[in-house]
């Protein structure tokens, strides 16, 4: 039997004995307070009202909404559709690794899949973040081909935006100037396509969608304990905010410290710093790996440069573990095969730690301030010793 087939025969027994085990114990997702919104009032995303996330990563949840009005129905079908994303993120990770390091690729993939807060925040809640790792670990997957790992990176894109970084890095490492031409026409073009429909309804607001993020400050991230701002993003904020555009809501709504919404620096140069270190940390790293003869050796490398992205943010919450740790997985396969499941282990281990903060009542009532700080502080200490390590290896 081959490596795949028992890896898929290992995943479907997994995913059956968790959703059943799961719906015995009634885990289903909660109502979407947002989509509930949009089908009380007729409002219409992209048109009348401009949500959090791209039309991808929106649009799956709000048609369960309307074809499943009932709450259970709804819940069940939500449920459904995380743990077929996860399912198929589990498979493209398995091809991922098989590409570059065969040995793990039957044991790495399941080990991101039985992770507690993986599975707890990509079943229960209605976040893409497995639906957009797919598509940017597909373009990564595919690398040799330029319009093709465009136009992944382009729907990733329209999931959760963050799979667009992965453009930088791609732009770098391809040589010639006809692949670089190529990778980004069929980015735009994948994107306008998909797009269209809500750029012809209005364009205005759907940019918005987009511009909405520079007005949110920092979260659960070490220039968010820098700036003495510890809430998260899930936090009440004014509900007309999301019906007129970015810029005029910025116009009536005065930036404050405590509102992640419009959000204020106490320390203005934090946000910079961040977008600096991303920046230089992408391109130095994506350089490197532009020089690596060995091509598996350079898919490291531009793993590791977005893993970067990540670790410099100024946002962080639960949520994008999953994409962070399946970055870490694939920028680490040459590393020592304990060295590396204990680093992933430990990162696991502290977002369960930070899940726990805005989950244990009593720390609800008494303040996060230190249990928040403990547990960003500790992850800041995992991003430095995974860069250190990979310094000391002379990889970067």
Known sequence: MSSLHRFLKAELLYFFIVSVSLAF?????????????????????FIDLRPGYPPIG????FSLFILFS??????????????????????TLYFCVSKLNQKRALSLPLLVLIMPSVLYFTLYYSHADALAMIFALGALYFIENPSLCGALC???????????????PLLIFYKGIKK?????????????????????SDPLMYVSVVLS??????SESIFSIIDGYYGHTGFAHPTFDATIYSWQFARLYEPSS???????????????????????????????ARRRKDRKEAIMLISLAMFSYFAFSTFYNPIIHLAQICWLMLATLNWNKYAQISTIASFEAVNILHS???????????????????AVILRTILYIAVFLNFARRRTI
Do not use: C
């Open 58 to 61: 929106k649009l799956p949840y």
């Open 356 to 374: 726990l903060v805005w989950f244990t009542p009593a720390l609800m009532s008494t303040g996060v301030m230190l249990p928040l700080s403990v």
């Open 258 to 288: 405590y509102d992640h919404f419009r959000y204020q620096w106490n320390i203005p140069v934090l946000p910079y710093l961040s977008t600096g270190l991303q920046i230089f940390s992408i391109i130095l790293i994506s350089l490197i």
């Open 154 to 168: 382009a729907v990733g894109a329209l999931v959760k935006f963050y799979p667009a970084v992965l453009l930088l």
């Open 180 to 200: 670089r031409v190529i990778l980004l026409f069929s980015f735009i073009l994948i994107v306008l396509l998909i797009s269209l429909p809500f750029l012809l």
């Open 213 to 218: 993020n520079n007005l949110r400050g920092p």
């Open 25 to 45: 114990l009634g885990f289903y997702p909660p109502l979407n307070f947002d989509d509930a919104f949009l089908k009380k009032t007729g409002l219409l995303p």
């Open 70 to 91: 009932e709450t259970s129905a709804y819940s069940i079908s939500v449920f459904l559709f995380n743990a077929l994303t996860l399912f198929l993120l589990g498979i």
